[in-house]
């Protein structure tokens, strides 16, 4: 696609961001302290992607629960822990060292008691902080729109502003949209849902709510041993006043007392790369929390006095288009825990990518009241092969649109893993540049004990 007549401006970096969510923040922060001159492009006004426009502001994927040691593991170190730490530090995340598991208000059980819960306005200001202390070149409201493709190599990329449309040409192009857009308009092969139907998970629209009685709602979950109080939803149900496609109450408890993130609606057969679908997910997003909340007033314990704060700027997409890149990580592989010499992501998070269709079952872990215990697993490993797109030399993609399969993509998709390999690939950008080489060309491995020496746990 080219757009040279109506070209307002041409920017020209060593490197070239373009999404501004977990992933393309961590990539730009370290390409940046690495010495290259970086753009970051995102088309809202926000840093954060998911975790803040998404409303997901509960970072998991960063620490684990240790059944036999029973204390949180850190397991991926670098700028999860420099983030999450610095918002601990200020009061405005909680440090899941200091919680107690077995009556846990912000996720109660283990794996959910190892997010952090933030403050979303406080992540916003700290990651605005974060980008201009680097001297990244930040362009919010601008959105990319096309891309020039000559040799295997984008020469430029085109994206939309309030004046018309910038280029921005670069050495290397780091693809963080989440859904491989820069890559697909590049016309690099990709992905999207399951063989055949092409089915992706369900999606999310996030609401934060106030006026909880935490104390209440976490000690029915305790009394019951529920954590998701599927009994009261059963009940409900059976009396035809739940007429949800899901069956599990998801709410966790944020950084002030009485706010929870309600993670609960699941809204099927979206599809993240279709506008019409989005928009039509958006509408029924907003009218499903607030049928949601009416039950939860009436119904659920804590909830009674309940209030809407806020609902998402954006739905919540857990899958969208994945590149088919040079390398691909298969199920067998994840559990096997096969391991690469040129591994740039670990992941110790679950498998957790529910059906299409059902949203209350997980083909991988069962349903809640039928949970499938056979799939335990400590590490799972991606090479740097997944993050190259066919076809394209110049060009990295770091976030949860990475070659893997859809299986795996639960494990890799949460916030820890993502911002691992925001940092993998503004590393191999950097080594790029120092040996004048294309990120195809370059030996992975350089990045994996790159990341080991930033102190990540890979
Ligand atoms: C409903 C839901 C609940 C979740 N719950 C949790 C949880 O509890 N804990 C957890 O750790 N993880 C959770 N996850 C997963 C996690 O939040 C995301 O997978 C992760 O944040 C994705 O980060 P990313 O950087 O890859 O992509 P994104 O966060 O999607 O960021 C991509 C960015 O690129 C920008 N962009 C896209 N296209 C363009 C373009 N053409 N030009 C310019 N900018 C563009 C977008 O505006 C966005 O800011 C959840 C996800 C969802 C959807």
Redesign the pocket.
């Known amino acids: 696609m080219k757009f040279s007549s109506d070209v307002y401006a041409v920017d020209t970096y060593d490197l070239v961001v ?7 923040i961590c990539a730009a922060v370290t390409a940046s302290r690495l010495g290259l001159s970086v753009a970051l ?4 006004g926000t840093l954060g ?3 803040t ?2 409303g ?1 502001c ?4 960063g620490r684990r629960w240790d059944n036999e040691k029973h204390k949180m593991i850190r397991e991926v170190g670098g700028l999860f822990d420099e983030i999450t730490d610095e918002l601990i530090r200020r009061g405005k995340a909680i440090d899941p060292d200091n919680i107690n598991v077995d009556y846990n208000p912000h996720g109660w059980y283990p794996r959910m008691g190892a ?1 952090v819960p933030c403050d979303i306005e406080a992540l916003k200001l700290y990651l605005d902080e974060l980008i201009l202390k680097e001297n990244i070149n930040l362009f919010f409201f ?4 096309g891309t020039d493709v000559a040799d295997k190599k984008i020469v430029r990329i085109f ?1 939309s502003d309030q004046r018309g449309i910038r280029a921005f040409e670069a050495k290397s192009f780091i693809d ?4 491989a ?1 820069i890559a697909y308009l590049s016309s690099a092969p990709t992905l999207k849902g399951r063989d055949g139907d092409h089915l992706m998970t369900p ?2 629209l ?1 609401a934060h709510i106030d006026n909880v009685d935490i104390d209440e709602y976490v000690r029915y979950q305790n009394e019951h041993q529920s954590p998701k109080l599927v009994e009261i939803i059963n009940d409900l149900k059976e009396k035809g006043i739940w007429k949800f496609p899901f069956e599990i109450l998801l709410s966790i408890a944020l950084n002030d007392k009485d706010v929870c993130m309600l ?1 609960t609606e699941r809204l099927i057969k979206v599809d993240g790369t279709d506008p019409g679908s989005l928009s039509a997910s958006m509408v029924e997003g907003r009218k499903e929390n607030a049928e949601l909340l009416e039950l939860l007033r009436k119904y659920f314990p804590g909830f009674r006095n309940a209030r809407l704060r806020w609902t998402a700027e954006r739905v ?3 899958e969208s288009r994945r590149i088919d890149g040079r390398a691909y990580v298969t199920l067998e592989d994840a559990e096997n825990g096969r391991e690469y010499d040129d591994a740039v992501i670990r992941t110790t998070y679950n498998f957790d990518l529910p059906d299409p269709l059902r949203p209350s079952f997980d083909p991988m872990l069962g349903s809640v009241n039928h949970p499938d215990t056979r799939r335990r697993h400590t590490s799972i490993y991606a090479p740097y092969g997944v993050m190259l797109p066919k076809n394209i030399d110049n060009i990295i993609v770091s ?2 649109c990475i070659s893997v399969c859809r299986e795996v993509l639960g494990p890799m ?4 893993p ?1 911002m691992m390999a925001g940092q993998a690939a503004g590393i191999a950008c950097a080594i790029a540049k120092e040996e004048n080489t294309d990120l195809s060309l370059l030996d992975g491995r350089k990045v994996t004990l790159k990341l080991r020496a930033m102190g990540l746990k890979i």
């Open positions: 373009c999404g501004g969510g977990a992933s393309g492009i995102e088309r809202s992607g998911t975790m426009g998404g997901v509960h970072l998991l994927g997010g601008t959105t990319v729109i994206a963080a949209t989440g859904d857009q999606a999310t996030i993670n919540g997409i857990r976030g949860r998709r949460v916030t820890g993502v």
